[in-house]
């Protein structure tokens, strides 16, 4: 699984730490889905698609 | 915000370290006293002294619980993580130990304090999986 993440953040201007706290994670949990090491759970990848205001697809791409 | 919520990871993760080693701590010194201070069987400074490791293993369970229902999802799979691979090499160290000990003849572990072991490993494997990550 791939994502957008990192530029829906960078185009809004936000830091990863922003991230974290509108999210109530860790920005250790941020950097590991940005980077792909952690596919998050679905109500939080509902939460990150409610902060971006996009749908959980757009944000998050299955490579198969 | 960002500053404070940075501490705020650093913070629970400090946290976490010092209640983790200090129950550690706690418990090898329960280990130690129950098995080295001498006093003569059945009276009540032996059973006293025989029970000393219980509260401090509970303890230890109650600092891993408190982190736990602390932390993110991403954070308990790590805790999860660090949790099997050392009940893993736990079970690994004390399942072979005895054939090293019939072919090689090394000195048997001090089987009473597995735990202490365990614990130890605990948090040498959750420090080094909870160090902070770079992003790509």
Excluded: C
């Excluded at chain 1, 990192?6 to 185009?11: I, P």
């Excluded at chain 2, 090898?28 to 059973?47: D, E, M, Q, V, Y």
């Excluded at chain 2, 932390?71 to 005895?98: C, H, N, Y």
């Amino acid at each position: 699984m791939r994502n957008t993440l990192k530029e829906l953040r960078a185009e809004r201007g936000m830091t990863q730490a922003d991230l974290a706290a509108r999210l109530t994670v860790s920005r250790q949990t941020v950097i590991a889905i940005e980077t792909g090491r952690y596919d998050p759970s679905l109500p939080l990848a509902f939460a990150i698609a409610e902060v971006f205001g996009r749908r959980i697809e757009e944000i998050f791409i299955h490579k198969g | 915000m960002s500053t404070r919520s940075l501490g705020h990871d650093a913070r629970n993760v400090l946290r976490f370290f010092v209640e983790t080693v200090g129950a550690v701590v706690v418990l090898a010194a329960a280990k130690f006293g129950s098995t080295h201070i001498a006093a003569a069987t059945g009276t009540p400074l032996r059973i006293l002294l025989d029970l000393l490791p219980v509260p401090a293993v509970w303890l230890l369970l109650f600092v891993m619980l408190r982190y736990y229902w602390r932390i993110d999802e991403f954070q308990r799979l790590q805790f999860l993580k660090s949790v099997s691979l050392t009940g893993g090499i736990m079970a690994g160290i004390a399942w072979s130990w005895p054939s090293l000990h019939k072919a090689f003849g090394w000195s048997a572990a001090d089987s009473g304090m597995w735990e202490v072991y365990f614990s130890i490993l605990f948090v040498v494997i959750t420090a080094i999986l909870a160090r902070p990550m770079r992003a790509r």
